[in-house]
């Protein structure tokens, strides 16, 4: 009967049947290279809280969350998951887990509250200190990023932001602070996170602050989506690669540490099996990916981007192309997702796809009504664990298999359930890192030089405009205790990190005992 229903269910189900056919090939640790990172990541405003503390400023965020309707249930990061305060208690949940290195991110305004114009606060740079010297006391490798996502918002009243070439001397400012006080230490700096996915979400859609668009991509009160998406993006790549130059000339050879960015990545396949959509799959990697990484790493933008924006797409002076050019030692690749991708040049679209900023391509997740993987809480993420061997490849081949870091990658439940024990049961979660782990291991066997792989969450956080409806952490966090709860996932992860299979031999071995204790490490 139990087969039966098994049965029924996949034939009910085909992405879950794809999912666990995805899962067959079982995953283990000993499949990685010798010296390879596993950890997890987090981000400042998402997990710190703390917002006014010990002389912080107000960051973009602070400021947008606090404006009634711009996150779901009106959630803010004020407290978050009070990491600022329990930072210990989270070294030892990685540690439980067996995790060799950690991702996090420095709050700019815990740093420089004002930006350049007022001071740094000592109270920061202690904080993070005692957050590296830790981490590094019980064997975990800092991975640490410089931006990710949230600015002072002086900066944004004095000169809006990332629209201004002005951030961009702000921000080298910032990170000399950050190698000066920190790069004794650090040997692996990231300088920002996702500026491509930053400008889509702030300048095209107006989802993030400062919440600018135009139709059809929204209606916000400010903004031009075809215009400043690219003026934003050329003065955040400019930034980075002022602050590498910094590095490298005056502070790598010293202390001897490494320096990338990581973009969000996405695979993309034809919607239908035509030349048409073929080559809207090469213009859809070339605008989301490659708009950040042939920059950075040829010193200029995509020959598709060039061919369709034409002059709002900025250039590059022979001096910043010496600069910008080369501008990284590895590539941070955030993945979760793969999808359709439609022309729109030769073919009638939905408003958005035809317009020259996405390369006269529709992107999405379904055909003839079927989802391309299995769906997860992000309506635009899907369960596609091939993508993962496919965007490393990509990427292996355009950029000359420089050395990689899968620096994100995660799954948030379709399942909006509030019953914790629910919750903790998430063998939907098990099962994506299991498939996208075993997809990573076949790249890496097939030659592309990937270093490491941290899961996005060590603990549910604040995710962004969704607030705390969707959950991604390896720790359920109750919202009113903030006691940390390993999901089945973290004993999953710790089990496949302690060098055993990432299958689970019996019943007793894939339950987690009821904890009297809501702090417990396993």
């Known amino acids: 009967m139990f087969l039966f229903l098994s049965f029924l269910l996949l034939l009910k189900n085909p992405s879950l049947a794809q999912s666990l056919n995805d899962d067959g090939q079982d995953v283990k640790r000993s499949h990685f290279p010798d010296g390879f990172f596993f950890g997890t990541s987090t981000s400042s405003y998402q997990v710190e809280g703390a917002y006014i503390d010990d002389g912080k400023g107000l960051n973009n965020w602070d400021v947008f969350s606090h404006i009634p309707g711009n996150i779901k249930n009106n959630d803010n990061g004020d407290i978050a998951d009070n990491h600022y305060y329990r930072f210990l208690e989270d070294i030892e949940l990685m540690c439980s887990l067996g995790t060799n290195a950690y991702r996090f991110s420095i709050s700019w305004t815990r740093i420089l509250p004002r930006g350049k114009f007022g001071q740094v606060n000592p109270s920061g740079i202690m904080f993070y200190n005692k957050l590296i010297d830790n981490l590094l006391e019980r064997g975990m490798e800092p991975f640490v990023t410089i931006h990710h996502h949230d600015i002072p918002q002086e900066l944004v009243d004095r000169y809006g932001g990332w629209l201004s070439p002005l951030m961009q001397e702000d921000f080298v400012y910032f990170a000399e602070i950050c190698f000066k006080s920190f790069g004794d230490r650090i040997k692996n700096w990231i300088t920002m996170n996702e500026p491509n996915l930053l400008v889509d979400m702030s300048y095209i859609r107006g989802w993030y602050p400062p919440a600018h668009c135009s139709p059809p991509f929204g209606n916000c009160s400010a903004g031009n989506s075809d215009i400043e998406p690219p003026i934003a993006m050329h003065n955040m790549i400019l930034g980075h690669a002022k602050a590498v130059k910094l590095y490298r000339e005056h502070f790598q050879l010293k202390q001897g540490g490494s320096i990338g960015i990581v973009g969000s990545t996405e695979y993309f396949e034809p919607l239908r099996d035509n030349e048409l959509d073929r080559q809207a ?67 009638a679209c939905i408003s958005g796809g035809d317009r020259p900023i996405r390369g006269f391509v529709y992107t999405t997740g379904e055909r003839d009504g079927e989802p391309i993987g299995g769906r997860c809480g992000n309506p635009r993420f899907f369960v596609v664990p091939e993508g993962m061997e496919k965007i490393v490849n990509y990427m292996k081949e355009r950029y000359n298999n420089m050395p990689m870091f899968v620096t994100e990658n995660g799954f948030s439940s379709p399942q909006q359930n509030d019953q914790v024990q629910a919750l903790l049961q998430d063998t939907d979660r098990v099962n994506f890192h299991k498939s996208y782990l075993a997809a990573l291991a076949r790249a890496i066997r097939n030659g592309a030089d990937v270093r490491g792989y941290f899961v996005w969450s060590l603990v549910d956080n604040f995710e962004w405009i969704d607030g705390y409806s969707q959950r991604y952490g390896l720790y359920y966090v109750d919202r009113q205790t903030l006691e940390r709860v390993p999901k089945l996932s973290a004993k999953w992860y710790k089990n496949f990190l302690a060098n055993g299979s990432s299958n689970h031999n019996n019943e007793e071995d894939l339950t987690i005992r009821s904890f009297r204790n809501t702090n417990a490490i396993i």
């Open 281 to 347: 799959v090469s213009r859809a990697l070339a605008f989301t990916n490659a708009w950040l990484f042939d920059a950075v790493v040829f010193g200029d933008y995509p020959a598709e981007m060039r061919l369709y924006l034409g002059s709002a797409l900025p250039t590059f002076s022979p001096e910043e192309t010496s600069y910008v050019k080369g501008s990284l030692d590895f590539i941070g690749m955030n993945f979760y997702t793969s999808l359709y991708a439609k022309d729109c040049i030769h073919s």
